[in-house]
């Protein structure tokens, strides 16, 4: 009986025991895991840095650019220090650097977007960085805002949301005409025109299945979040204009129009088809955005660099996004004052088509006609 009594005791006791551990394994899962914010590792965006001991510097034989010599030298003790990088805005609260100006490196900006190039020797760009500031849509519409800058960049990056809301204001009745576009071709410019660049991009031309996925994203190391993504491609003149889209920008210009010239006519010596086009160069698109910790104020930024077979400056681009941080007004207010050049200098200087925020068309006056533009577009939900 004694032995009977007692198996009973332990044996509640274990099952006692059993169930205070259990709980207590609950109560732990319950309890959130901490996670640390994962690390933006600047150099993953740039596939130089895991194909730098694949590829040669220069072909065997030949003797090294000055560029890369530049690049890879040590700067002597003995040789007066020069400026190693210059602070160039981004958005209303942000900075960067870049090289010098010695180095053919600069900068512009106007409402808000920033231009900056790398030209040696004052010819073509090698490398361009273009950022926009994010508008308000970033708080409730954000996918929407990413769209709107990828559309800046090149309308192919948002084609399937351009097409869906196209049809979105088509079905809605809310389409202007634009001969002899159909009505959704014309809604989907009416979106791209109101772009900086007016739907003609920055020249890119990306290369089918090369996006790799928003893929890198982390806080560098001044606490900024950086996300980004990288697209193949070919970098070229932007896209040109249909002939219709053409017509109405020139109409809202106040520009007379121009006479229809006969079949079989030469063209005029001023017609853009007599200027030569400059053949596309192989390159790479990084693509992505900055924020602030708390993600209340942040930038879009675009990073073209030609291949060569290499990207010849990635070294500086990558120093370009871990150096993005939080800046305070005064130096804000300093570099807006004084850029190294005008915007459209700069622009006209990198063969693009940029427009300033105060230059973009209203195409609500279009035709001089009330009620012939197009409303604001309702987002999909």
């Not at 220090?81 to 805005?89: I, N, Y």
């Not at 809301?165 to 809605?172: Q, R």
């Not at 930024?301 to 305070?328: D, N």
Request: glycine letters at 8%; a positive charge; charged letters at 20%.
């Amino acid at each position: 009986m004694n032995r009977q009594v007692i198996f009973c005791l332990l044996l509640l006791i274990s099952l006692g025991f059993v169930g205070a551990l259990a709980g207590g394994c609950q109560s732990r899962a319950r309890e959130p895991r901490q996670l640390a914010f994962p690390t933006f590792q600047a150099a993953a965006p740039f596939p130089e840095f895991q194909s730098a001991a694949a590829i040669p510097e220069r072909a065997e034989g030949s003797a090294p650019s000055q560029f890369t010599r530049a690049l890879n030298e040590q700067p002597s003790a003995a040789t007066p220090a020069a400026p190693e990088s210059q602070s160039v805005p981004l958005g209303s609260s942000m900075t960067a650097q870049i090289p010098p100006r010695e180095k053919d490196w600069t900068w512009s900006l106007a409402d808000g977007a920033t231009l900056i190039a790398h030209a040696p020797n004052g010819g073509r760009p090698g490398a361009l960085v273009y950022v926009e500031p994010f508008s308000a849509d970033i708080h409730n519409h954000p996918s929407t805002e990413h769209l709107r800058f990828q559309m800046t960049v090149d309308p192919e990056l948002a084609e399937n949301y351009l097409r869906l809301t196209a049809a979105d204001v088509v079905l809605a009745g809310r389409a202007a005409a634009m001969p002899p576009l159909s009505r959704s071709e014309a809604a989907r410019w009416a979106q791209l025109l109101k772009t900086r660049t007016q739907g003609r991009g920055l020249g890119f031309r990306p290369t089918r299945s090369s996006f790799t996925g928003w893929r890198w994203v982390g806080r560098n190391g001044h606490e900024v979040t950086v996300r980004c993504s990288r697209y193949l491609g070919v970098w070229a003149q932007p896209r040109p204009w249909p002939a219709p889209v053409a017509a109405a920008l020139a109409r809202l210009r106040g520009e007379p129009e121009k006479p229809v010239s006969p079949p079989g006519a030469p063209a005029p010596p001023f017609a853009p088809a007599a200027v030569p086009a400059v053949a596309g160069v192989s390159s790479y698109l990084i693509l992505g955005s900055a924020t602030d910790r708390d993600e209340e104020t942040g930038v879009h930024f675009a990073i073209l660099c030609v291949r060569e077979p290499r990207c010849l400056v990635y070294k500086e681009l990558t120093q370009f996004l871990e150096s993005i941080q939080i800046a305070e007004g005064p130096q804000l207010d300093r570099l807006r004052s004084a850029p190294p050049v005008p915007f459209q200098k700069l622009v006209q200087e990198t063969g693009l088509e940029i427009l300033s925020g105060s230059e973009l068309p209203d195409l609500s006056k279009r035709n001089g006609k009330p009620g012939t533009g197009t409303a604001p577009e309702q987002v999909p939900r």
